[in-house]
T-cell receptor
Framework: GAVVSQHPSWVICKSGTSVKIECRSL??????MFWYRQFPKQSLMLMAT?????????EQGVEKDKFLINHASLTLSTLTVTSAHPEDSSFYIC???????????FGPGTRLTVL | AQSVAQPEDQVNVAEGNPLTVKCTYS??????LFWYVQYPNRGLQFLLK??????LVKGSYGFEAEFNKSQTSFHLKKPSALVSDSALYFC???????????FGKGTRLHILP
């Protein structure tokens, strides 16, 4: 069964509003989780590393004030897209490491459409 | 800087034939290499990985991949393709710190019945 869940699976919002996406580790406490963005017919782009109890580490070129990440508990990380614009429309995916291994478990993704 | 290249956007293979999905990488130091598969409306799933050891690694669903250090390649292979193998395949590299991952752009595999 799924070990990482995301909610919502899809969301449509108006330009200028903020949207929160939740990522939950269902079976394991994860001190670190990852957020990716996937454009149509393109690869996954790592946006940031979410660290429980501390600030997220953002990849170069990712606006930290635009994409707010909160990792308040060992099983929940949230990504908030603030003042969303149509160019923020994308597929957002979170992941966590498989414990003691190097591969990742991915959530099913969240499709964001900004009108 | 790390990078991963998947030179083919799409690969078409007849059912029962062998398949290869290509991946080359660029990384300083020893690479951690992965293959993931993405089925429609489902999350990415881990297929296999190379960390160290035997250059031929076997993974889920009958897939295998060969690590070739001299050619900096990590091609995904399967001896006999199934229609159910049709999906989007991603090659990824990760550094030794385990920070996230760099993904190739993906290769869509079509297995023709």
């Amino acid at each position: 069964g799924a070990v990482v869940s995301q909610h919502p699976s899809w969301v449509i919002c108006k330009s200028g509003t903020s949207v929160k996406i939740e990522c939950r580790s269902l079976d394991f406490q994860a001190t670190t989780m990852f957020w990716y963005r996937q454009f149509p017919k393109q690869s996954l782009m790592l946006m940031a590393t979410s660290n429980e109890g501390s600030k997220a580490t953002y990849e170069q070129g990712v606006e930290k004030d635009k994409f707010l990440i909160n990792h308040a508990s060992l099983t929940l990380s949230t990504l908030t897209v603030t003042s969303a614009h149509p160019e923020d429309s994308s597929f957002y995916i979170c992941s966590r490491d498989r414990e003691s291994y190097n591969e990742q478990f991915f959530g099913p993704g969240t499709r964001l459409t900004v009108l | 800087a790390q990078s991963v290249a998947q030179p083919e956007d799409q690969v078409n293979v007849a059912e029962g034939n062998p398949l290869t999905v290509k991946c080359t990488y660029s990384v300083s130091g020893n690479p951690y290499l992965f293959w993931y598969v993405q089925y429609p409306n489902r999350g990415l799933q881990f297929l296999l990985k190379y960390i160290t050891g035997d250059n031929l690694v076997k993974g889920s669903y009958g897939f295998e991949a060969e690590f070739n250090k001299s050619q900096t390649s990590f091609h995904l292979k399967k001896p006999s393709a199934l229609v159910s193998d049709s999906a989007l395949y991603f090659c990824a590299v990760r550094d030794m710190k385990g920070i996230g991952g760099i993904f190739g752009k993906g290769t869509r595999l079509h297995i023709l019945p």
